[in-house]
């Protein structure tokens, strides 16, 4: 099936492989993915309004290369790696109980984002708005106060120690 210059409404794929695909120009509204592997899929002005990645293999997507009109999706329990968020606009953004592995989300405004219960190694966090997120049991994380904002952003313990990394501080 072709997925480039497409429109896509209300539709659940499911368990399918769109690994090289490519979805430039394409319009994926209240679509759910479940259990399909989207790598190195193409996102060139790709929209997505309302879109669920569910239990999805998610590696070297550029994200930042989306449509931003509407741009509204949620991963659960997904693996993401090396794929960029870099000067996105993800306010309110779910990425629970995922591994987001060597991410770019370089300036971006991830205020009211959930990382909760979710893996970020590797993955940067620099000039981010980070305000009122929630990285609520999340892990490996390493985010520098110094260098995002973090306004009543939420954080648990003992990965909340992390934080203290940039500081040229002895903690014993």
Do not use: W
């Amino acid at each position: 099936m072709e997925y480039k210059e497409k429109e896509f409404e209300e539709k659940e794929f499911k368990g399918i492989n769109f690994s090289e695909e490519n979805f430039s120009n394409s319009r994926f509204t209240d679509c759910e993915f479940i259990d399909c592997n989207l790598s190195n899929t193409m996102l060139e002005n790709t929209r997505f309004q309302y879109v669920i990645f569910k239990n999805c293999k998610l590696l070297g997507l550029d994200f930042s290369k989306c449509n931003n009109f509407m741009l509204n999706f949620e991963f659960d329990n997904c693996i993401i790696s090396t794929s960029i968020f870099a000067q996105m606009k993800l306010k309110n953004t779910k990425f629970t109980n995922c591994k987001i592995i060597e991410c770019d989300f370089m300036d971006s405004d991830l205020s009211n984002a959930d990382f909760s219960n979710s893996d970020l190694s590797g993955s940067s966090f620099n000039k981010t708005n980070l305000s009122f997120a929630s990285f609520t049991s999340a892990k490996n994380y390493l985010i520098n106060p110094n260098d995002n904002l973090l306004h009543k952003t939420k954080f648990s313990l003992p990965e909340a120690v992390s934080l203290l990394s940039s500081f040229d501080i002895e903690i014993e």
